[in-house]
């Protein structure tokens, strides 16, 4: 069978005279999905110039991990332009779904 709800499950067999066979109980546990981690840059500023490194938070800020490149710190540096993830995997080990940012690279004058 196929579970998705918490509770203490046992099969039980009948033959085909009436006889029946049941097994120990089995108890499950369903954890909830975690909340998607809240990504900010520091500044608030999502564009910055060529050169300049902006600095990616995440809340919660711990059992994070960082789209590309695998990092499991609370913030990562980046200087480059693109869209960041992160997922979130908790206690349990269940993950979030994904969170996202873009930064934005200005052309120095």
């Known amino acids: 069978i196929t579970v998705n709800t918490s509770g203490t499950y046992t099969a039980t067999y009948t033959d085909i005279n009436g006889c029946t066979s049941s097994s120990a ?12 981690p809240s990504l900010s ?5 999502t564009t910055i110039c ?8 995440a809340n919660p800020t ?7 490149g695998g990092q499991t710190t609370s913030s990562i ?6 869209t960041y ?3 979130h995997t ?3 080990g269940c993950t979030s779904p ?7 690279i200005s052309t120095n004058p």
């Open 25 to 36: 109980p089995t108890t499950i546990v369903v954890n909830a999905i975690p909340t998607a």
């Open 98 to 104: 994904l969170d996202s940012i873009a930064i934005n």
């Open 62 to 68: 711990t059992g994070i991990i960082w789209l590309p």
């Open 50 to 57: 060529q050169g300049q490194t902006a600095t990616i938070n």
């Open 90 to 92: 908790d206690a349990n």
């Open 41 to 45: 840059v520091s500044g608030g500023n």
């Open 77 to 82: 540096q980046v200087n480059t332009a693109g």
């Open 85 to 87: 993830y992160a997922t």
